[in-house]
């Protein structure tokens, strides 16, 4: 059943209008993709319904998709926008399971994704919005981070430097910790799960798919990603030291830029074998976190932070507005106190086009002109009040007459 729609649409977005969001105004058709007109209800192409959450509503929202983000085998994460303009980050689960358990597992563990987030409230992870099916698919939508993931940065610039890392060690450290509080371990830390905003180059913590509640007794199937997975996982354990092993594992790849994915599996050379420059302290915190077993890891997130946070060594400084985060090193990492620029994520500063070229030159032959008559204006009248040529007495003489 369709549903009208009981508001106007707006077109283009209310939030990010940096954004590249909604400046075609295009939609895209949920079933096919093809882009349609901004006001197509039908696909122009296959005839489905443009609109979601409008079949079986969960809430008063309904969204149209603009963009896709990422394409997976099991759906896909769209940009879209609701009936007054916001942008929201739509994730999809296809539900094309042919094993009536499969399609049952997986229908689960998105809407525990979607429960769970609801409650929660940090400011390192999105909100989430509406939850719903559509026409045989699952959606939850959830705020637009503006930004990239750390598998995409990684695969631009290689690796990072420790300030770099450490300054989003920290925060990844207080979302964990923030989890473990609840009771709840996050199972999934990898760089692709990380994503770093633009415009502060603060971090979110995205891909809630197998978060669990920690039952020590419980074994899930869920191991998380191989590489980055600690071995107790593969027994189906996980643990708040398990989440640790796997932000070690995350913070090795990224310091290292050495994929863990293609390596034997558990192992870790000491950063500093690979990256000299690298801190004994950093070095040896990570070989910490990455130990085997679990009794033999920090204890706690907080340990962890701890161990990574030299008291006197390092400082992130409070972005200015529209600025990126920077960060202060010090002779800790083996240098003389230095401002580090803002994170990877800040745009290259724009460089001016044709026009504003244009502009410039004009302005300044203007201001040429100016300085020229300006200065010809002053030579002129030294010129008539020494001189006093025979032409100018007849306007001169009246100005020098003494008043009556
Ligand atoms: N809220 C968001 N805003 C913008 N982009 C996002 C958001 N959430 C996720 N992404 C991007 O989409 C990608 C896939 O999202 P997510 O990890 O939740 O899905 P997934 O299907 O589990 O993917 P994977 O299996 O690769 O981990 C992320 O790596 C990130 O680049
Ligand atoms: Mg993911």
């Known amino acids: 059943m369709i549903l009208p729609l009981s508001v106007g649409w707006v077109i283009g977005s209310k939030s990010g209008g940096d954004h590249l969001a909604g400046v075609s105004g295009q939609i895209l058709c949920p079933q096919c993709r093809k882009q349609n007109l901004p006001h197509a209800r039908f696909c122009q192409q296959c005839g489905h319904d443009m609109v979601l959450n409008n079949a079986a509503p969960s809430d008063e929202r309904r969204y149209l998709i603009t963009r896709v983000i990422k394409q997976g085998g099991q759906g896909a994460l769209y940009e879209g926008r609701d009936q007054h303009g916001m942008i929201y980050a739509i994730k999809e689960m296809l539900d094309h399971f042919t094993e009536a358990r499969e399609r049952s597992e997986a229908i689960a563990r998105f809407n525990d994704e979607a429960e769970l987030l609801q409650r929660l409230n940090h400011p390192s992870i999105p909100r989430v919005y509406s939850h719903f099916r559509d026409e045989g698919r699952h959606y939850l939508t959830m705020d637009f981070i503006y930004g990239e993931d750390l598998d995409e940065l990684l695969r631009r610039e290689g690796r990072f430097d420790e300030a770099r890392v450490l300054f989003w060690a920290d925060q990844l450290c207080a979302v964990l910790d923030y989890l473990h509080g609840k009771g ?31 039952k020590p ?12 997975a600690p071995p107790e996982q593969y027994q ?18 990224l310091l290292t830029g050495r994929d863990p994915t293609e390596q034997l599996p558990f192992s870790f050379p000491p950063v500093r074998h690979l990256v000299p420059e690298i801190s004994q302290r950093t070095s040896e915190a990570l070989e910490r976190a990455l130990q085997r077993s679990p009794h033999d890891r920090f204890a706690t997130m907080y340990e962890f932070r701890a161990a990574l946070r030299p008291a ?15 960060i202060e090193v010090a002779a800790e990492l083996g240098q003389a106190t230095q401002r580090r620029g803002p994170p990877a994520t800040r745009p290259p500063r724009a460089r001016p086009g044709p026009r504003a070229a244009v502009s410039s030159v004009v302005s300044q032959l203007v201001r040429l002109i100016l300085i020229i008559m300006l200065l010809g204006g002053v030579l002129f009248g030294a010129y008539v009040y020494l001189e006093r040529p025979a032409w100018v007495e007849p306007y001169l003489a009246p100005l020098l007459e003494p008043a009556p």
């Open 184 to 214: 709840l371990i996050y199972r999934d830390m990898k760089p692709s799960n990380v994503m770093i905003e633009r415009k502060h180059g603060d971090v979110k913590l995205v891909d809630f798919g197998i978060t669990k509640l920690f």
């Open 217 to 228: 007794t419980e074994r899930g199937a869920q191991i998380g990603t191989p590489g980055y």
């Open 236 to 253: 189906g354990l996980a643990t708040p030291q398990s989440d640790l092993y796997a932000l070690g594992a995350t913070l090795h790849h």
């Open 312 to 326: 006197a060594g390092i400082r992130v400084v409070a972005p200015e507005r529209g600025e990126g985060a920077r």
